[in-house]
């Protein structure tokens, strides 16, 4: 029988100073939506129920919990010496909003079999591009907004689309106008990039590494192709109102690998969390 591990904190930050520990520090608790991140001694390796959790070589690891996460999170752990250990982490429950749009185009809430086919094709493309555990440290410096503007949609809410219950709103809305610059939150790879997707119309992927990446939908410009090098804040195109969309606005998704995340609860850069404190 396997003793839990006890070694726990409550939170840690993101940095990108490569920093080994000597023992497991891993999240006490973890509210639903939200990316964990941890450490463990090096050459471990780590489990997060039947998947592997990619270790750097300074022991960081980072994983996700989904919105719909209730039961614990089962971590299973193994040191250099195969000793192998287990740990339960609790999951906060959130309350979510319930968010009705009306006056979208019928065939882009209801489509029609041959519009229906397409919508399956492209999502599986997009999909395709998530399952890639890349070695890329770009995700330790932090994420800031790719726009600054009213918060239109939030993640998690329950979706009513012209009368009709969607599926959950999967990410972040910013309502600016058409043709706002969109930045990178964080650096890394452009995984997928599309000016033209039926429900998302242009669309790009951002592969921040180890599973993490950032979708942006509804683009009017896409300045960046597939295989790019982005840094945080270069500009990756611009805000538009393209596929299933009311007006103008930027969706800003957020995954680790098939586990949409919420990016309102993504952390901030260093230097802009010391900004906020002194504010």
């Known amino acids: 029988m396997h003793r839990p591990c006890l070694f726990l904190v409550a939170a840690l930050p993101l940095s990108g100073v490569a920093i080994a520990c000597d023992k497991p520090e891993l999240p006490a608790q973890i509210q639903q939506g939200a990316l964990a991140e941890g450490?463990?001694?090096a050459g471990a390796q780590l489990w997060l129920g039947e998947r592997e959790v990619s270790v750097d070589l300074d022991g960081r690891v980072v994983f996700g919990v989904g919105r719909d996460q209730t039961s614990p999170l089962q971590l299973r752990w193994r040191d250099g010496g195969n000793a192998e250990k287990t740990l339960s982490i609790p999951v906060k429950s959130r309350d979510w909003k319930i968010e009705r749009i009306d006056g979208l185009p019928q065939q882009t809430v209801t489509p029609d079999p041959k519009i229906a086919e397409r919508i399956g094709r492209e999502q599986r493309a997009v999909?395709?591009?998530r399952i890639e555990d890349r070695f890329d440290n770009a995700w330790r410096a932090g994420f800031i907004h790719p726009a600054e503007g009213r918060i239109s949609g939030v993640y998690g809410s329950q979706r009513i689309?012209?009368?009709t219950p969607k599926n959950p709103h999967y990410g972040m809305d910013i309502a600016v106008g058409?043709?706002?610059?969109?930045k990178a939150p964080a650096g890394g790879v452009v995984s997928f990039a599309d000016p033209d997707l039926y429900l998302?119309?242009?669309t790009v992927l951002i592969d921040h590494g180890h599973g993490l990446n950032s979708s942006f939908l509804h683009m009017s410009r896409l300045d960046v192709k597939v295989g790019d090098r982005v840094e945080q804040g270069q500009v990756i195109g611009a805000v538009g109102a393209t596929g299933r969309?009311?007006?103008?606005h930027l969706h800003w998704?957020?995954?680790w690998f098939d586990v949409r995340l919420d990016p309102?609860?993504?952390?901030?850069?260093?230097?802009?969390k010391a900004t906020a404190q002194k504010k």
């Open 245 to 248: 969309a009311t007006g103008p």
């Open 127 to 129: 999909a395709a591009t």
């Open 161 to 163: 689309l012209n009368g």
């Open 264 to 272: 309102a609860l993504l952390p901030a850069p260093a230097t802009k």
């Open 253 to 255: 998704g957020f995954n």
């Open 178 to 182: 058409t043709g706002t610059p969109i």
């Open 39 to 41: 450490c463990l001694p």
């Open 200 to 202: 998302t119309g242009g």
